[in-house]
């Protein structure tokens, strides 16, 4: 069984925007660290944004102004808002929760971003 399903990706013109959703199926979600991260083809996964359990949000510096991470506890959901969407942006997402000694990774949605 999934632990982590996201979804939401899809094929998008540069300048446009999406909204990605990661569930997590399992307890304590509000005690993970929640990740989205991405592989573009040919290219190593990296990271790109966290929310901590304690609110700690972070961005890599070229999705920076432009994407947004949120999570409602309430729903063991993660978001990730992505606006002004470049083609250097297309990948697969992935989320993952992590709470030391816990790890998940979803199975990905696609992203294309191309005129």
């Known amino acids: 069984q999934e632990r982590l399903v996201e979804s939401g990706g899809g094929s998008v013109q540069p300048g446009g925007s999406l909204k990605l959703s990661c569930v997590y199926s399992g307890s304590d979600f509000d005690q993970f660290t929640m990740d989205w991260h991405r592989q573009a083809r040919g290219k190593q996964r990296e990271l790109v944004t966290f929310?901590?359990?304690?609110?700690?949000?972070w961005y890599t510096d070229s999705v920076k102004g432009r994407f947004t991470i949120s999570r409602d506890n309430s729903k063991n959901t993660v978001y990730l808002q992505m606006n002004n969407l470049k083609p250097e942006d297309a990948a697969v997402y992935y989320c993952?929760?992590?709470?030391?000694?816990?790890?998940?990774w979803g199975q990905g949605t696609p992203v294309t971003v191309s005129a």
């Open positions: 993952k929760a992590n709470n030391g000694p816990e790890m998940y």
């Open positions: 929310f901590t359990a304690s609110g700690k949000i």
